[in-house]
């Protein structure tokens, strides 16, 4: 077809082969997602071929069926993630989300082994993880610290945590059909708590995310851990997102993406840059999944402290005159306004009509006031605060919208919630 005529795309780009593979499905997302995908996004016929290594031609569209098609399902490597999101660096001790946010004790699931607590510690900066995937079964990360690394480990229903540095541990008991849904173009993803940490997985998030907002080509060809690879590329097509362009590295051999990039509009580095620095596609040694905790090592049954926390939760229901928790729903409901990729979440302010210019007065008001900065519109009063990737305008009232938006889309947000 000639290389600047608009592609029809019918999402049948397997050729309706994808029945036959059903030890691929088994092991990939089911290659429907890849073909709504294929069928919405707005694919510009570009092709690879272009800058180094010299590789065939190769659509947008049959890009992304290869990466649905791929089958991988061992591999070993190292991934590196930077990411700058202009936010402070965040201190990576326990307490966020975790059993018991690293309070310790019995009732705490390990404190600082806790995986949500680790979370907070990829949220800026750099960080090496090695990974090793052997299956739906078997799955390994570790984040390689300076003095300590932190490890989990997923073997049949064992579930690990250990923290080297605290020398705590946390078990988990999982049944053999309870593990997370595959990833398409990749083995089975990372044991809960460090998703979203490969380039398979956040390449993944972001063609799920994709529709008729999105414009999708084919970049130059690129050497990623020595292996050959192409590059998708999606853009938005909406003026008000934040975000430049995403590009996904595919392994041109097997359709395993090796690296992701999102470079905000504002421009400079990525704000989140996640690719492998080596990769090995044979299968893990067999050791690389058993785990005894060290001598002298804390060790908490996460069942334990999961089956407490139902409890007191129970018993804080059933108490006479208890306070129930308030959920979003509770302070006037969470909702998304728009859609792609200048969606917008708003969570209605807690305070009402009772509420209203509660922010912006004293002591508060000047401490906002110096954080963010402050606007005004058809809804009243508010102060923006800003990253270089994600906004979040905060009324007055306590409403709040945050998007991967400008300032004007928030604001105009906001006045239309008010008509």
Known sequence: MPRNEPTEVTGEWDGGRSTKRRKAVRYAVPVAVAGVAAATIGLVPAFAGSGSPDLPKISAQDLIAKIAKSDVQQLSGTVQVTTDLGLPSLPGGAGVGGFGGGQGGEKGAGGAASPQSKLTELASGTH???????????????????????????????????????????????????????????????????????????????????????????????????????????????????????????????????????????????????????????????????????????????????????????????????TE??????????????????????????????????????DAGKFLDSLGTKVTGGFGSGHVFSTRLVNALVTDDGTVYVGAVDKQALIAAADAAKK
Request: net charge positive; hydrophobic share 35%; aromatic share 6%.
């Open 325 to 362: 928790h308030k959920g979003p729903k509770d302070f006037g409901g969470f909702d998304v306004l728009g859609k792609g990729w200048t969606s917008i979440a708003t969570l209605k302010g807690a305070g009402g009509p009772a509420g209203k210019d509660q922010l912006a007065k004293g």
């Open 128 to 322: 090496t993880l090695r990974v090793a995937v052997d299956g739906p079964e078997k799955q390994r990360v570790s984040i390689v610290g300076g003095s300590a690394d932190y490890t989990l480990i997923h073997n049949g229903t064992d579930v690990w945590a250990y923290d080297s540095g605290s020398n705590s541990a946390v078990h988990h008991t999982a049944p053999r059909d309870a593990h997370r849904g595959p990833q398409r173009g990749a083995p089975e993803g990372l044991p809960e708590g460090l998703q979203g940490a490969t380039p398979q997985e956040l390449a993944q998030q972001a063609l799920k995310a994709a529709g008729d907002t999105t414009s999708v080509t084919v970049g130059d060809t690129a050497k990623v851990a020595g292996r050959d690879a192409y590059q998708l590329v999606i853009k938005p097509k909406q003026a008000a997102s934040t975000v430049g362009s995403i590009r996904v590295a595919v392994d041109a051999a097997n359709g395993v993406p090796l690296k992701f990039t999102l470079t905000p509009k504002s421009g400079g580095p990525a704000a989140i840059d996640v690719g492998y620095t080596r990769v090995d596609f044979a299968r893990p040694a067999a050791d690389s999944f058993s785990f005894t905790p060290p001598k002298g090592a804390k060790v908490v049954s996460g069942d334990q402290a999961a089956r407490q926390h139902g409890k007191d939760l129970k018993d804080l229901k059933g108490a006479k005159g208890a």
